[in-house]
Nanobody, 133 residues
Framework: EVQLVESGGGLVQAGGSLRLSCTAS????????IGWFRQAPGKEREGVSC???????????YYADSLKGRFTISSDNAKNTVFLQMNDLKPEDTAVYYC???????????????????????WGQGTQVTVSS
């Protein structure tokens, strides 16, 4: 059974930092792209960042344009865990953050960075991030 468990969310003041973790089980970690997504109240789920998500290249990363420079994705494959380091947080970053997995074959076939939530089939339960002004 595929399981993805997020942790690390919380309440932080604007300008602060958080590190989210996504621990995966039930599948061969190296064979999957892992994406971070977020959904704010009343808004659609949007892509934040992904890893092993460009042309199936292990460790390749991609970021939503608006988040480059503030967020960093990384992984510890030995622990089947992907991290999202979020710095200089802003109130507009407030959302539930989800990690999700997609087969690496989709990363190869998609024709671009795989940051479309509709391409990901397995999701975690989400972790709340709240940034106060």
């Amino acid at each position: 059974e595929v399981q993805l468990v997020e942790s690390g969310g919380g309440l932080v003041q604007a300008g602060g930092s958080l590190r989210l973790s996504c621990t995966a089980s039930g599948f061969t970690f190296d064979d999957y792209a892992i994406g971070w997504f977020r959904q704010a109240p009343g808004k659609e789920r949007e892509g934040v960042s992904c890893i092993t998500c460009k042309d199936g290249i292990p460790g390749s990363t991609y970021y939503a344009d608006s988040l480059k420079g503030r967020f960093t994705i990384s992984s510890d494959n030995a622990k089947n865990t992907v991290f999202l380091q979020m710095n200089d947080l802003k109130p507009e970053d407030t959302a539930v953050y989800y990690c999700a997995a997609a087969s690496i074959s989709k990363s190869v076939l998609y024709g671009g960075p795989l940051l479309n939530p509709h391409e990901y089939g397995d999701w975690g339960q989400g972790t709340q991030v709240t940034v106060s002004s």
